[in-house]
């Protein structure tokens, strides 16, 4: 049914419930069927504004609740009903679109199509005209104000312009919000260049939606949803290629899909482990490359800490890295510095500055998360005081060293020269461990009793692809390019679980766990809002980069743009620091999902055969949500994701250690 509003009443008196109106009335641009509110305007006195909801009933011709008679003389003349108890004829001339009714005598106004008209003249289509004091407004009216009005491909029903099953009206079309690529989940939702509508969500061209996941997925190439949403590919196939899961080298060994021209446990055939003194799986072939022994153990001078420049030449403490054969403070991702490693933030620091997390006790579990209906979004519970609520599942978490900024594409391009090609560096079976931690076992293992965080897995070397095909099959925009240029500033991204944690190992550092990048983000026992406090991140981007609010301010999705430098929201800097902690791109774990278990004193669940891993590092880019800045919420993916939406924040040991 249509519907009348009415707003801004300027009345001497208004008398209720009778609804007399004392003086001359006048109707500003009354149309049909959407509501107005353009209002009533009556002469002198203060105003008051009021909303008048009048219905039209098409099987009495009444406004409901109005007590008077409805179109009996056209809505002029009901108008000049109320003020007088005299309906005034009315003479309408095709134009302005609106009404005067004034006491006792006509008005000439004009009328534009779909307003209410009573006379002869000028009524313009789609109008309800010629209604007389004991006239029907009815269904016989309503249709009259369809045919001129109607959105193109929707018909006339019973006085409503009704679109074809599944479409709706946007504008002056019907369309269908899940295919549309201009209104693509809503009137106006332009799909960007190169992406098309799927099920009300703008995807590249070539990718699927999954809502399962709520991400666009390449079934032909994604490992993870390969040849469908949620399809997993298996160990013994780990490639998923054309939409099938494959072994690429053809060889699985003990059932894992191995390479046995550069894997350093099978080199060669199953079983054929590298010894120290060749530990480079080459062609198929265990050797030393660099051609330099050190006490029986093939080492690369130019790079090893324990022999940089020559056997036995350790660096300390205070340069722990070496790179060209001297030892160094900086790790091997900024050494070369350049864009990327060494102008970072609005000081333009060092891209590899890790600032110390002290450690502490916190609850993993706060502020749960509501929909408010009238903000239309998630907000956090919050206690009477402002402070954290419904605390649950404590926490303990040594001091721990956490990146600054998330690692940029620069950063990642000397990871990817080391790697050369899988013929240069790999991680050592059990590096990546928090070997400062319980005499060097690393973190407690919630997964299984008794048992320690396990490190890296030789197994894994076959995930770790970092080609230019792989580090772009994403859906875009991912932030790699295959040589260096204005990206390299920007996070990395399209990184899967292995390729983020062998880039740690690589760069001196770790994959911290998944409780301690929450009390990081937590502000630790403070249990903030947002990591920089209860300040709403407005959408200025200077606390997060989220919603496409970068770099105008304002949502405004195109893609590549959307995605800030690491470091510009510097008002969103964490309690010890460390910026981007939300927004931007999110940043793996190294442990993986599972329910939180008590008591957690330094843990993490390394129980990954049926559990997928979780980044923890909430909201990207992209997403409006503002449910996903709050510390405790979080993200499943399997290991082998690879979206736009995840990129790396590397842990380190403490200085202390």
Same mark, same amino acid.
């Given at each position: ?9 300027? #009345? ?23 509501? &107005? ?20 009933t098409p099987s009495r011709g009444a406004i409901a609740q109005a007590h008077a008679w409805l179109l009996a003389a056209g809505f002029a003349s009901l108008v000049s009903l109320a003020c ?45 005209? *010629? ?27 019973? =006085? &409503? ?9 946007? @504008? ?54 390969? =040849? ?50 060749? /530990? ?26 324990? *022999?940089?420049g020559g056997c036995g030449t350790a660096c300390g403490t205070s340069a722990p890295f070496c790179y060209q054969s001297v030892c160094t403070s900086t790790p091997p991702s900024c050494a ?6 060494? +102008? ?19 609850y993993r579990t706060f502020d749960d998360p509501y929909f408010d209906v009238e903000a239309g979004a998630y907000l956090p519970t919050l206690a009477p005081d402002g402070g954290p609520y419904?605390?649950? +599942? ?29 013929? @240069? ?7 990546? &461990? ?6 060097? &076992? =690393?973190?407690? +293992? ?21 080609? +230019? ?7 875009? /925009? ?36 998944? #409780?301690?990048?929450?009390? #990081? ?96 590092? =909430? ?11 709050? /510390? ?6 399997? /290991? ?10 590397? @842990? ?6």
């Amino acid at each position: 049914m249509p519907f009348c509003a009415v707003r801004n009443l300027s #009345a001497e008196s208004l008398d209720a419930p009778s609804w007399r109106l004392n003086t001359t009335a006048r109707i500003d641009s009354v149309s049909l069927p959407r509501a &107005k509110t353009e209002g009533v305007r009556v002469g002198g006195g203060a105003s008051v504004t009021y909303a008048l909801g009048a219905m039209l009933t098409p099987s009495r011709g009444a406004i409901a609740q109005a007590h008077a008679w409805l179109l009996a003389a056209g809505f002029a003349s009901l108008v000049s009903l109320a003020c007088t108890g005299t309906p005034a004829p009315i003479s309408a001339e095709a134009g302005s679109g609106s009404l005067d009714a004034s006491t006792g005598s006509s008005a000439s106004t004009g009328a534009g199509s779909g307003s209410i008209v009573s006379g002869s003249t000028g009524s313009a289509a789609g109008s309800l005209a *010629n209604l007389g004091p004991n006239a029907d407004a009815g269904d016989d009216a309503l249709a009259a104000a369809c045919p001129n009005t109607c959105p193109s491909g929707a018909s006339c029903q019973d =006085g &409503k312009c009704v679109c074809p099953n599944g479409e709706t009206p946007c @504008g002056s079309t019907c369309v269908n919000l899940t295919t549309d690529s201009q209104n693509c989940g809503y009137c106006g939702g332009a799909c960007p260049s190169g992406q098309a509508c799927q099920s009300g969500v703008c995807c590249a061209v070539g990718f699927t939606w999954c809502s399962d996941i709520g991400d666009c997925v390449n079934e032909l190439t994604d490992p993870t949803n390969c =040849g469908g949403c949620g399809t997993q590919c298996q160990p013994a196939a780990p490639t998923c290629e054309a939409a099938s899961c494959i072994c690429p080298t053809g060889t699985v060994c003990q059932g894992i899909c191995v390479n046995e021209l550069a894997d350093t446990t099978n080199c060669g055939g199953c079983g054929t482990r590298c010894p120290p003194s060749a /530990p480079t799986c080459n062609k198929g072939t265990c050797a030393c490359l660099t051609g330099t022994m050190c006490g029986g153990a093939c080492v690369d001078e130019s790079t090893d800490s324990n *022999n940089c420049g020559g056997c036995g030449t350790a660096c300390g403490t205070s340069a722990p890295f070496c790179y060209q054969s001297v030892c160094t403070s900086t790790p091997p991702s900024c050494a070369p510095g350049g864009p990327g490693m060494t +102008d970072c933030g609005a000081n333009a620091e060092s891209c590899c500055t890790s600032l110390e997390v002290t450690g502490g006790a916190f609850y993993r579990t706060f502020d749960d998360p509501y929909f408010d209906v009238e903000a239309g979004a998630y907000l956090p519970t919050l206690a009477p005081d402002g402070g954290p609520y419904g605390e649950a +599942d404590p926490a303990t978490v040594s001091t721990v060293s956490l990146d600054k900024y998330l690692a940029t594409v620069g950063r990642f391009r000397q990871f990817v020269k080391a790697w050369a090609g899988g013929a @240069g560096w790999l991680p050592p079976s059990g590096s990546g &461990k928090h070997s400062y931690l319980n005499g060097g &076992k =690393g973190l407690v +293992d919630v997964g299984t009793p008794g048992a320690y965080e396990p490190g890296w897995d030789s197994s894994y070397d076959v995930n770790i692809v970092l080609t +230019d095909t792989s580090l772009t099959s994403c859906m875009w /925009p991912y932030t790699w390019t295959s040589t260096p240029g204005q990206n390299e500033s920007l996070p990395m991204d399209c990184v899967d679980w292995y390729e983020a944690y062998a880039f740690c190992i690589w760069d001196g550092g770790f994959l911290p766990s998944q #409780a301690e990048w929450e009390y #990081a983000t937590a502000g630790g026992d403070q249990q903030r809002e947002y990591p920089w406090g209860s300040q709403s991140p407005g959408t200025a981007n200077q606390y997060a980069i989220y919603g496409c609010n970068y770099p105008s301010g304002s949502p405004n999705c195109t893609g590549l743009a959307n995605i800030a430098p690491v470091g510009v929201a510097t008002l969103g800097a964490g309690r010890w620091g460390q910026l981007d902690l939300v927004g931007e791109v999110g940043a793996w774990d190294v442990d993986g999902f599972t329910p939180f278990v008590s008591p957690c004193v330094d843990c993490g669940n390394f129980t990954f055969a049926s559990s997928p891993f979780e980044f923890c590092q =909430g909201g990207y880019f992209s997403d409006s949500s503002k449910e996903f800045l709050y /510390p405790a919420s979080g993200t499943l993916n399997y /290991p082998g994701y690879q979206g736009y939406i995840v990129g790396i924040r590397c @842990g380190r040991a403490p200085s202390a250690q």
